[in-house]
């Protein structure tokens, strides 16, 4: 638009080739190693999904093959038994399952404290800012071993504390990761406004220079 004899007119973004980038799904399936990936993850997904519908009785077994006990890998047992006889490779395939859960605990977690921080700090800024960088910071400081093996001794045998404690210290990585992308989308987000502020109290020459330049 234009404002008098010294406004200068922005020039308007080009939106045809925002409508046509690839979506997500099409970006990703075209990189092999993501495919790749997902593929082993989905492989892993539906192990520890049906095994233990299938293998009903191997979660339960107190003792195996007392003939084999500690046997090494063989055809009739492919990684070998412990110490009670049972087969190692069918209690790996059905705790699985444990494992995937355990660590959505995890996961969840993470994203439920990072994500929305990480946000409200990237909008924000300020003050609220500056509290989540300095608690982020002494996140990044303390000892998590340490702590995830005190929760340990707290909680005993509790598998959701350990994993809830493990989400929480992967949460401050989160945060940053998600204010870092949040930043530059603010930036641009304000910038036609700035631009359009300074065209109306600053010369011609001072507004190109305000201008975001393509990189070299």
Request: hydrophobic share 50%; proline share 6%.
């Amino acid at each position: 638009m234009t404002v008098g004899a010294d406004m200068v007119e922005l020039p308007k973004e080009d939106t045809s080739s925002m409508t046509e980038a690839p979506s997500f799904s099409r970006n990703l399936l075209r990189k092999r190693l993501a495919v790749v990936c997902l593929a082993y993850l989905a492989v892993i997904f539906f192990i520890g999904l049906l095994t233990p519908l299938i293998m009903t009785g191997v979660d339960h077994q107190n003792a195996g093959d007392y003939l084999h006990l500690d046997q090494g890998p063989s055809w009739s047992h492919l990684l070998g038994t412990d110490s009670l006889g049972r087969d190692v490779l069918n209690r790996l395939m059905v705790g699985t399952w444990v494992t995937l859960v355990s660590a959505s605990y995890a996961v969840v977690t993470a994203l439920l404290i990072g994500v929305p921080l990480g946000l409200m700090a990237g909008y924000l800024g300020g003050w609220f800012d500056r509290a989540i960088g300095w608690l982020n910071d002494l996140g990044f400081s303390l000892p998590g071993i340490v702590i995830v093996l005190v929760v340990v001794g707290v909680f005993p045998h509790n598998t959701v504390a350990t994993m809830v404690a493990l989400g929480v210290l992967f949460s401050f990585g989160v945060i940053r990761i998600t204010r870092a992308s949040v930043v530059p989308g603010v930036i641009d987000a304000a910038l036609p406004s700035i631009v359009s502020a300074a065209s109306v109290a600053l010369p011609l020459d001072s507004v190109e220079m305000i201008r975001p330049r393509a990189p070299l």
